[in-house]
């Protein structure tokens, strides 16, 4: 008897349209045996927040290379807040250090750079939803 999948919203928030590394992640989260939601391009946090609750998701990733990772995280995990929807939420791009850290006071389970494995990634996804995926 299997454990239920794993669900996880990807989205690309704001105006960046480099969409490879989150189709990657994606790629790489259902491959490891997970329910990927991937919200394309340009999303607000408003349609990300939204999505994630009409999905019924158990972890929201975001990828953002346009530098507005500490704007846009607080604003989403703000809109959380207001919907008394509290999910686990991992960032991946081009984060500086410090930023990651600001990041996960707020917040944030995990922040991953580029080059991070998808192993890695999986990982850390099954240890935050804190179950295994069945195969």
């Known amino acids: 008897m ?5 669900r996880v ?5 704001g ?6 590394g989150a189709k990657v992640v994606a790629r790489g989260l259902r491959d490891a045996g997970m329910e990927v939601i991937y919200t394309g391009l340009r999303q607000t946090p408003e349609e990300i927040v939204r999505a994630a609750m009409q999905e019924d998701v158990d972890m929201i990733g975001l990828s ?10 607080k604003r989403i995990l703000e809109l959380m807040d207001q919907h008394q929807f509290h999910v686990p939420i991992f960032v991946g791009g081009i984060i500086p250090a410090d930023d990651g850290e600001q990041l996960m006071k707020m917040g944030i389970a995990a922040v991953f750079g580029p080059g991070t494995p ?3 990634i ?3 996804v099954e240890e935050i939803v804190g179950q295994k995926v069945s195969e």
């Open 2 to 6: 299997g454990s239920r999948k794993i």
């Open 9 to 13: 919203l990807i989205a690309k928030p």
């Open 15 to 20: 105006l960046d349209g480099h969409d490879r």
């Open 64 to 73: 953002i290379l346009s530098g507005a990772h500490m704007s846009v995280c």
């Open 118 to 120: 998808i192993s890695d």
């Open 122 to 124: 999986v990982s850390k």
